[in-house]
């Protein structure tokens, strides 16, 4: 471990600081800075909502056995709802109070109390182990930090890591040598915390990942292979998450779902679900934040939150096919097919075809309550966020969003497919409000419209507008013709109605930000060798400075053999 510090830099993020070598050989970017933040501002909300469920319990449990405070010197129900979960031949009882493994009855004077342990955070895949150690230095409450890497200098680097952050670091960060797939299968339920931040597809640690979490702990997990989930690579895709994409204006929102569908489809085979609490797209990549519960019952709702979509190839017109419904009869209650097909053979807005996707993650992707709880905590810390800008901008767009409207609309597209000037943002909002339905923004397009409208009034606003401010002839066969060939049904109100704005806007808060920097996105892997082809990735003077600097060590190596030559010549 030994190493010459004159040829690493100290780089500062949060509380945190690391050594980083000259050369690319352990994976750092600085661009996660605002994944990092965003992770530790979750994470702080998780430790005060599980402290606050666990109080809950305790004090229903509590009233069930009669008294406020004593409970019976007795085996704890809790110990043996773990046990049950552990056995993969047992079901859990609906009606039975899961708990997670980190509550401990601890006796005090001959009786009994709960005692929630600090969480357990495992961080698969640490490379400089900087996110393990802002965890351990700025996140209240948190227990002990498990970094692994598979790779040696990775591994190296993140102990020399901690011993440079001192002794908060020493005494709760730990890092391993390891296979994170092996290991995490090997310490199943013991983490009340995984992060998974891969380079590329996490989908070869997500079965062993939802394995290791507790329940109710939670998942982080990234995807940065945009390119595969938005549809550049639609078969690779249904490969590695078992979805097809498609390439509509909401496909990163469609990346996000479709990573979440996944997360599920790997839980429900260990009887386990997932209940979103964040879902971003940030930067160039996708971010969730899941908690993981185990019930067999529960899990048959799978279903009801998955759904195809139908994407017209000729106009924005997108359907929604859920995969399961339930027919309720008295206390019963029956899991059957979805009822299809939602959409006919051909659009009935266009007549064109139909491209279908998915499935996808149809139920909301927020917890407006986490999100609500995150964005406070975020702002009354600000000072402890590299990225509090721009982290509190995405969180606060979120908190606006629609939470039960998958997908979205650009009014952009609507206006292009139609050939036809565009209304603002404001008066289309206006006219989708007054005719009784919602609309709201994204947080992954500034352009995205989400609403509960059907395509079909959609269209007919867009109709309406382009009776007041007409268009030129188009040929008969363009899909645009062929909408504005039929008139309208409703007539729109474009009248500017109250919720036009959201509070944001209204307080002209600042929600999409500019990227702080000249190429400020993904960066190499670790280990590979730099290249003037890698000057969009890194900069032109990053570039230059390592090419001089392979050239100087190979001119010196090349001295090096000339001399070691010459003395075996002499001698």
């Not at 989930?229 to 204006?249: A, D, I, M, T, W």
């Not at 606006?400 to 009014?411: I, K, M, N």
Request: hydrophobic share 35%; with cysteine.
């Amino acid at each position: 471990m030994s190493m010459d510090l004159n040829d690493c830099t100290i780089i500062k993020e949060g509380e945190a600081e690391i050594l980083m070598h000259a050369k690319n050989e352990v994976f750092f970017n600085k661009t996660q800075v605002n994944n990092r933040d965003m992770s530790i501002a979750v994470l702080r909300t998780f430790i005060s909502k599980r402290k606050q469920e666990h109080e809950a319990l305790l004090s229903k449990r509590n009233k069930k056995n009669g008294s406020s405070s004593d409970v019976e010197d007795k085996p704890n129900d809790c110990d043996i709802n773990i046990e049950k979960s552990n056995d993969q031949g047992l079901e859990e009882k609906p009606n039975e109070d899961p708990c997670t493994a980190s509550e401990e009855p601890v006796k005090i004077e001959g009786k009994v109390r709960g005692k929630l342990k600090p969480p357990r955070v495992l961080e698969a895949l640490s490379a400089s182990g900087l996110r393990a150690l802002r965890y351990a230095r700025e996140v209240e409450g948190i227990g002990q930090v498990v970094a692994l890497d598979n790779d040696k200098g990775a591994v190296e680097a993140c102990q020399r890591n901690i011993k440079f952050n001192g002794s908060v670091a020493c005494s709760k960060v730990e890092s391993h040598l390891a296979d994170a797939r092996v290991y995490m299968l090997t310490h199943p339920k013991e983490f009340d915390v995984v992060d998974l931040d891969p380079y590329g597809s996490p989908s070869v640690f997500l079965d062993s990942a939802v394995q290791s979490v507790v329940d109710g702990g939670m998942l982080m997990c990234t995807a940065t292979d945009m390119a595969v989930l938005c549809g550049g690579n639609g078969e690779v895709c249904y490969s590695k998450y078992g979805s097809y994409p498609l390439r509509g204006k909401y496909c990163h929102e469609m990346a996000l779902r479709i990573l979440l569908a996944c997360i599920e489809s790997h839980a429900n085979r260990y009887k386990r679900y997932i209940v979103p609490v964040l879902s971003v797209q940030m930067d160039f990549y996708v971010r969730v934040f899941v908690r993981v519960y185990t019930s067999a019952s529960a899990m048959k709702n799978t279903p009801l939150k998955l759904s195809y979509v139908y994407q017209c190839i000729g106009c924005d017109s997108f359907h929604l096919q859920p995969i399961g419904r339930t027919v309720s009869k008295n206390t019963s209650v029956r899991y059957l097919p979805g009822f299809a097909p939602v959409v006919p053979q051909e659009c009935s807005d266009c007549g064109k075809k139909f491209n279908m996707g998915g499935p996808i993650w149809s139920a909301p992707i927020h917890d407006q309550d986490w999100v609500t709880s995150i964005l406070a905590d975020v702002k009354s810390m600000k000072n402890c966020y590299p990225a509090y800008e721009r982290i509190s901008a995405v969180l606060t767009t979120i908190s606006e969003e629609l939470p039960d409207v998958p997908l979205f609309l650009s009014l952009h597209n609507l206006c292009a497919t139609l050939k036809c000037t565009s209304p603002s943002a404001v008066i289309f909002r206006s006219a989708v409000i007054n005719a009784g339905y919602q609309i709201s923004g994204t947080h992954v397009n500034p352009l995205g419209l989400k609403s509960d409208a059907p395509m079909d009034v959609i269209w007919d606003i867009m109709r309406c507008w382009v009776k007041n401010h007409p268009v030129k002839a188009q040929p008969a066969d363009l899909p645009g013709s062929v909408i504005l060939a039929k008139e309208p049904i409703l007539q729109a109100n474009f009248a500017r109605a109250v919720a036009s704005l959201s509070k944001a806007q209204a307080k002209k808060v600042a929600r999409f930000l500019p990227n702080p920097e000249r190429h400020w996105g993904p960066k190499l892997r670790a280990g590979r060798q730099i290249t003037s082809k890698h000057i969009s990735l890194l900069g032109e003077e990053a570039v230059n400075g390592c090419l001089n600097d392979q050239d100087s060590e190979r001119d010196a190596k090349r001295q090096k053999i000339e001399k070691s030559n010459d003395a075996i010549a002499e001698s």
